[in-house]
T-cell receptor, first 109, second 115 residues
Framework: DQQVKQNSPSLSVQEGRISILNCDYT??????FLWYKKYPAEGPTFLIS?????DKNEDGRFTVFLNKSAKHLSLHIVPSQPGDSAVYFC????????FGKGTRLHILP | NAGVMQNPRHLVRRRGQEARLRCSPM?????VYWYRQLPEEGLKFMVY????????ESGMPKERFSAEFPKEGPSILRIQQVVRGDSAAYFC?????????????FGPGTRLTVT
């Protein structure tokens, strides 16, 4: 049973537009949420996080929103750039960090 | 200021051989985690270790897989008698703490191919 779900395996967005990646979770005990970015043949790199006591965290072009009642979080990237093309993993932390299966983002020129 | 180091980056083994994957955590990090990524899958937690202790091995297959993090030296993930289904990317991560908000920092991974 997947505790962290990323239901879109892939997403294509025009350069300059907003990219929105979604993530749902089932365990209400998760208290910290993270997004990682992964390029081919490299390890995941930490991107941005949010504590369960907040509903928004912003870092430059990246904003993470958390809706605890819906057990849903999203990552917004605006404006999208070619270098943003990668696989994005959502993760949730309780006694361990649980990762989703990832969403492959393609930024179109 | 080296990050998490993993070696080898690529490892080819024949069925039945042993695979040894090494991970050196970031300086100052005492918590090490191993993950496996199968093709088209996410990162699956395998094991969490501190120095000389296995804290959580709930994601490790019951047979053939073992992990250690000795007092000196890197953490080792050992796979005995490898089978084709073991072919995957294995990632190691480390963190300075395990409680409260924390991020894990990943190494570049070891790609294991079993022929």
């Amino acid at each position: 049973d997947q505790q962290v779900k990323q239901n879109s395996p892939s997403l294509s967005v025009q350069e300059g537009r907003i990219s929105i990646l979604n993530c749902d979770y089932t365990n209400s005990m998760f208290d910290y949420f993270l997004w990682y970015k992964k390029y081919p043949a490299e390890g995941p790199t930490f991107l941005i996080s949010i504590s369960s006591i907040k509903d928004k965290n912003e870092d430059g072009r990246f904003t993470v929103f958390l809706n605890k009642s819906a057990k849903h979080l999203s990552l917004h990237i605006v404006p999208s750039q070619p270098g943003d093309s990668a696989v994005y993993f959502c993760a949730a932390s309780g006694d361990k960090i649980i990762f989703g299966k990832g969403t492959r983002l393609h930024i179109l020129p | 200021n080296a990050g998490v180091m993993q070696n080898p980056r690529h490892l080819v083994r024949r069925r039945g051989q042993e695979a040894r994957l090494r991970c050196s955590p970031m300086k100052g990090h005492s918590h090490v985690y191993w993950y496996r990524q199968l093709p088209e899958e996410g990162l699956k937690f395998m094991v969490y270790l501190q120095k000389e202790n296995i804290i959580d091995e709930s994601g490790m297959p019951k047979e053939r897989f073992s992990a250690e993090f000795p007092k000196e030296g890197p953490s080792i993930l050992r796979i005995q008698q490898v089978v084709r289904g073991d072919s995957a990317a294995y990632f190691c991560a480390s963190s300075p703490q395990h409680k409260g908000p924390y991020e894990q920092y990943f190494g570049p991974g070891t790609r294991l191919t079993v022929t």
